[in-house]
Nanobody, 118 residues
Framework: QVQVVESGGGLVQPGGSLRLSCVAF????????AAWYRQAPGKQREFVAQ?????VYAAAVKGRFTISKENAKNTVYLQIDKLQPEDTAVYYC??????????????WGQGTQVNVSS
């Protein structure tokens, strides 16, 4: 069964950096596309970035966030620089995978908490 797990969140001061990881496992052949979303307290989940043949970013994070993919590890990363308090949220990974049985699956992770505070 395909599972997706995020990690790398934590408490960081404004201006700091974090690298979030999203690993897919359980019969995964490859991640062919993925996206990061975030949900701040009291707000709806919002799109942050996606990667497929190219990368796309939300306007609020462009220039500070970088999404990348390491195929050999079935892992997607989100490098977050120049963190701001408004980046505080739970960050979720949405992975589109091809399984070892060559079936396509889409799975969400449980999220990783990012807190930006001095």
């Amino acid at each position: 069964q395909v599972q997706v797990v995020e990690s790398g969140g934590g408490l960081v001061q404004p201006g700091g950096s974090l690298r979030l990881s999203c690993v897919a496992f359980g019969g995964v052949y490859t991640i062919y596309a993925a996206a990061w979303y975030r949900q701040a307290p009291g707000k709806q989940r919002e799109f942050v970035a996606q990667i497929c043949d190219n990368t796309v970013y939300a306007a609020a994070v462009k220039g500070r966030f970088t999404i990348s993919k390491e195929n050999a590890k079935n892992t997607v990363y989100l490098q977050i620089d120049k963190l701001q308090p408004e980046d505080t949220a739970v960050y979720y990974c949405n992975a589109f995978v091809t399984t070892t049985e060559f079936k396509d699956r889409m799975e969400w992770g449980q999220g990783t908490q990012v807190n930006v505070s001095s």
